[in-house]
C-alpha cells in the first residue's frame, strides 16, 4: 500500500489560500481587482476592525450571470482565460481563478449579485469553501461581497494578525495604490467609520494623488509623457524637495496592475541620483504600458512580481523617462548644471 494520497478539494484550497490570503488587504486587493475586471467605475469599500471583523467591496460592475455564482467559488474557475496560450498576453488584472476559492475557504463570504439582463440577483452564503445558503434577491445591478470571520478556520494565520490599526493601514495602502492605477475609477475607503479615501474618478491622475498625499506633494510634480518603442509611461516625478526616506512613496503600474519591481525603482533611483541625496527616495507615479508579450505576470500567486523579457532595455526607458522630466524643469535644470 502506498503512502501517497491526492488531498481533498477543502485542503488544497486552504493550502492555496496560504499563498493568496495573507492578510485583510490581501483580500480587499483581489475583490477591488475583480471590480476593476467587472467593468465598475465606481467601488467602495468598507473595513471593520482592520478587516478582521468586516469588508465589504461594493461595485458597479457586469455582476455575476446566475449560473456562475457556485462555480466562481471553484478553485481554477474563472471568466478570464479560456487556455494556457492566453497567459501570453493577459489584458485582465486577474486569470488564475484561485482567489474566491482561497478567500471563501478562510472565512464566510456573502455575496450579493446581479446582471443588467436580470430582473432579480442572486444571494450566497459560504462558510469555510461550501455553499450554504443560495437564494434570488433584489439588489442594483452589480456585485457585492462582504468577509467576514477571516482566518476562524485557521488559528495559526490569525494569530499573525496585527493589530487592527495595523491592518487598517495595509488596506488603505493597498486601495490608495490601486486609485492611482485607475483614475477614471471612483473609490471610496471607509474605516470603522470615517472616509478614508474618497477618489473622483474623473480620469484625472493629479486629483487622485492630491486626494491621497494632499496640497504639498500634488504641487509640487513634473508630468511625465514618454514613449519610446517598446513602452509608453505616463504619470509624476515629485520635485527633488519632496523625496522622503521611504520607498513607500514610489508606485509603479505595468498595464494597470500594481508591482513592485527592483529594476524599475533602481532605474528610477539611478534618475533621480544626482538630485537627490543618499538614502532619500523620491515621490514617483509611473504608469507604464508595455506590449504584455514582453512581461510574465504569472511569476507569484499575489501578482505583485513579474518578469520583463527586454530588461535592459525596460531600464533605459524608465530612467529617460524620469531623467526627462526632471531636465525639463527650468529651475532644477539650472541647479543641476550648476553643480
Ligand atoms: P479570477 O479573477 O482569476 O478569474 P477569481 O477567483 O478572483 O478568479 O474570480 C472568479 C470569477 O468570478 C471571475 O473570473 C469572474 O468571472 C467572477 N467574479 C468575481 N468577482 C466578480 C465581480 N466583482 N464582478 C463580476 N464578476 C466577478
Ligand atoms: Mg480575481
Do not use: W
Amino acid at each position: 500500500m502506498g503512502k501517497i494520497v491526492l488531498l481533498d478539494e477543502n485542503t488544497s484550497n486552504k493550502i492555496a489560500a496560504g499563498e493568496v490570503v495573507e492578510r485583510p488587504a490581501s483580500v480587499i486587493k483581489e475583490l477591488i481587482e475583480n471590480s476593476i475586471d467587472a467593468g465598475a467605475d465606481s467601488i467602495s469599500i468598507e473595513a471593520k476592525n482592520g478587516g478582521v471583523s468586516l469588508m465589504r467591496v461594493t461595485d458597479n460592475g457586469s455582476g455575476i450571470d446566475d449560473d456562475d455564482v457556485e462555480i466562481a467559488f471553484e478553485r481554477h474557475a474563472t471568466s478570464k482565460i479560456r487556455s494556457a496560450n492566453d497567459l501570453e498576453s493577459i489584458n485582465s488584472l486577474g486569470f488564475r481563478g484561485e482567489a474566491l476559492a482561497s478567500i471563501a475557504s478562510v472565512s464566510v463570504v456573502e455575496l450579493t449579485t446581479r446582471t443588467i439582463n436580470k430582473e432579480y440577483g442572486i444571494y450566497a452564503r459560504v462558510e469555510g469553501g461550501t455553499v450554504k445558503e443560495l437564494k434570488q434577491v433584489g439588489c442594483p445591478v452589480g456585485t457585492s461581497f462582504v468577509v467576514s470571520s477571516l482566518f476562524y478556520n485557521t488559528p495559526a494565520r490569525y494569530k499573525f494578525l496585527k493589530k487592527d490599526s495595523t491592518e487598517f493601514g495595509y488596506i488603505s495602502e493597498i486601495v490608495n495604490r490601486i486609485a492611482l492605477a485607475k483614475p477614471g475609477i471612483s473609490f471610496k475607503l471607509t474605516g470603522n467609520s470615517s472616509v478614508a479615501l474618497h477618489s473622483p474618478g474623473n480620469n484625472d491622475l493629479l486629483s487622485v494623488i492630491f486626494s491621497i498625499y494632499g496640497k504639498e506633494v500634488s504641487r509640487n510634480l513634473l508630468p511625465i509623457d514618454y514613449e519610446d518603442s517598446i513602452l509608453k509611461i505616463k504619470g509624476y516625478a515629485g520635485k527633488p524637495e519632496i523625496s522622503r526616506s521611504t520607498r513607500e512613496y514610489q508606485s509603479i503600474f505595468i498595464n494597470g496592475r500594481y508591482i513592485k519591481s527592483k529594476l524599475i525603482s533602481a532605474a528610477i533611483e539611478e534618475a533621480y541620483k544626482t538630485f537627490v541625496m543618499k538614502n532619500k527616495h523620491p515621490f514617483t507615479v509611473l504608469n507604464i504600458e508595455i506590449n504584455p508579450l514582453l512581461v510574465d505576470v504569472n511569476v507569484h500567486p499575489t501578482k505583485m512580481e513579474i518578469r520583463f523579457s527586454k530588461e535592459q532595455e525596460v531600464f533605459r526607458s524608465v530612467y529617460h523617462a524620469v531623467n526627462n522630466a526632471l531636465l525639463s524643469a527650468p529651475l532644477i535644470r539650472d541647479a543641476h548644471f550648476q553643480e
